[in-house]
């Protein structure tokens, strides 16, 4: 065999293995991110299934962190306050299936009775309708009991459109930067996704959140295990037919 051949083979062989190593690592991958995603959607499901609980106090809020506080269920009184609203561009929801359309979701600050700003999602608001300004039937000047779920701001992504302040419209859900452009002021580092009560005009429309996680991991896992079967496949009977030759 000349040593032009050998070095055919030897590479040949080489990029099998990367190939196949990096097929095989790309299914693992995607099998523990399957496992990561059931524990995610176990631990979700439990707690929105739990019973409401008071809202942290103050002194506890910097302790909350998303991964072992998010979307745990609150419910406490407070008043609206009278700041503007902002509103956050929605196509649909992944975790409401009574909201679907473009629309967008309405936040105002509402005052605690200790004095602190806790910022809600008050629900949608389907496009071109108009959102209630009062929290409910009642006196809108007089606290009202409110239900829903701690959530945390969302980070921009790469490709996020920026907000327009003129018309408080923004396309992430950051209630601090809500906060900071409108002079909300001071504001709790979490926001509450309400779930209850209804305002009178029906809109926003508040509710309960549900799991509706996609987990296609499996199939994308078959898929990189199948692809490198088809390398190894091919690669074997490329260096058979170099033997025979």
Do not use: C
């Amino acid at each position: 065999m000349t040593a032009e051949r050998m070095r055919s083979l030897l590479g040949m062989g080489v990029i099998t293995l990367i190939m196949l190593a990096t097929l095989v690592g790309l299914g693992v991958w995607q099998l523990q991110r399957r496992a990561e995603k059931h524990a995610l959607i176990a631990a979700l499901t439990e707690r929105l299934a739990t019973a409401p609980v008071a809202l942290p106090a103050k002194n506890a809020w910097p302790a909350l962190r998303p991964e072992q506080d998010e979307f745990r269920r609150v419910t406490f009184a407070a008043q609206v306050d009278a700041k503007p609203d902002a509103r956050v561009f929605a196509a649909g929801s992944a975790l409401r299936s009574d909201i679907s359309g473009l629309g967008v979701w309405n936040f105002v600050p509402v005052k605690l009775a200790s004095g602190e700003t806790v910022v809600v999602n008050r629900g949608f608001v389907p496009d071109g309708k108009q959102a209630s300004p009062a929290l409910s039937a009642a006196d809108p000047a007089q606290p009202v009991t409110l239900t829903g779920y701690l959530r945390f701001p969302e980070k921009p992504g790469a490709f996020s459109a920026h907000e327009d302040i003129a018309k408080r419209l923004w396309f992430v859900r950051d209630h601090l930067a809500m906060s900071r452009a409108l002079h909300w002021g001071e504001v709790a580092p979490f926001y509450v996704d309400l779930e209850g009560p209804v305002p009178p005009s029906g809109l926003p429309k508040p509710g309960p959140l549900e799991v509706h996680l996609r987990d296609p991991h499996l199939q994308y896992a078959m898929t990189w295990f199948g692809l490198a079967i088809v390398v190894a496949a091919a690669s074997g009977f490329w260096f058979a037919s170099q033997r025979r030759a």
